[in-house]
């Protein structure tokens, strides 16, 4: 009986797993609610990145980016993709991404002939993004239907060596991660003449089109004249030179003054005429 009675109560602690470890029970809601599928990491703040930009009067690095010629994919030094003269060299976070789509890149589309007129050789936008991705973005902004006058040239830095060989990289947030800093960078003969940033993937004002426009815009020189004289200051002069003339006229009645009055009041009235169409 005994023997009975203690296999009896065995096989019921057995099945009700009486001696099986506590375990803390955890709702499938809770495990599989958003905060556990990290939606709080949506809200991360952006990663600092510590680079040392490059500086100006520095020569471009040494590094390949991929370009588009003729179809084909090529990586060539960024130094060659440039070539010689003075370049733009146009930093954006990313292909199809907003403000680049429908900003910045347009921008640089509509001012190329300005800035072409402006000295510019080259201008040249590039991204992290692969070969691939660059290249039906070019399609899409209507760059291969563009004259050969103001192409764009679309450059892909998929590992991102040369931007941050420039020290332009920056953590743009979930979701994105990191990616080429907006900026743009003026180069002559492959030496850094002229750098612009902007901050974030939102941001872009320094870096535009238009700010290259006005920074390569030769200031205004403003003449210089001793008399900067109209055509009523020129009468004045005229007029005050006869009563010098006059005033110092030794004995002879003012002859010396009548006789050159003429003179006098013609080359005022061409003075006048002049200073009119300046």
């Known amino acids: 009986m005994k023997a009975i009675f203690f296999s009896t109560v065995f096989t019921f602690l057995a099945t009700t797993r009486a001696f099986a470890p506590s375990r803390k029970v955890v709702p499938s809601i809770i495990r ?5 599928m990290g939606l709080l990491s949506r809200f991360r703040k952006k990663k600092e990145i510590k680079v040392d930009p490059i500086k100006i009067g520095s020569v471009l ?3 390949d980016v991929q370009t588009l010629s003729d179809g084909e994919i090529v990586a060539v030094p960024i130094r060659e993709a440039l070539g010689d003269g003075t370049a733009i060299l146009v930093g954006m976070p990313g292909a199809f991404t907003t403000v680049c789509t429908k900003m910045h890149l347009p921008g640089y589309i509509e ?3 300005k800035l072409f007129d402006l000295g510019v050789d080259k201008i040249a936008a590039i991204t992290t993004n692969d070969k691939f991705v660059n290249r039906a973005w070019a399609k899409e902004v ?3 239907d563009l004259d050969e006058a103001s192409k764009i040239t679309i450059l892909s830095d ?4 040369l931007v941050k060989e420039l020290g332009m990289v920056e ?3 979930f979701g994105v991660g990191v990616r080429s800093k907006r900026f743009a960078l003026i180069v002559q003969d492959g030496v850094v003449s002229r750098l612009e940033t902007d901050e974030g993937m939102e941001e872009c004002e320094n870096t535009t089109a238009e700010n290259m426009v006005e920074i390569l815009t030769p200031p205004k020189v403003e003449e210089e004249n001793v008399f900067a004289l109209n055509g009523t ?7 005050a030179a006869l009563a010098l003339l006059g005033l110092f006229s030794h004995g002879d009645g003012g002859s010396t003054a009548q006789s050159i009055a003429p ?3 013609k080359e005022a009235a061409d003075f006048a005429m002049l200073q009119n169409y300046r």
């Open 32 to 36: 599989c609610g958003p905060l556990h």
């Open 171 to 173: 953590d743009m947030g």
């Open 263 to 265: 003179t006098i009041k």
């Open 233 to 239: 200051g020129a009468i004045f002069l005229a007029v």
């Open 158 to 161: 998929g590992d991102g060596e």
């Open 142 to 144: 209507g760059l291969e």
């Open 61 to 63: 690095p040494e590094i």
């Open 111 to 113: 001012n190329a002939n």
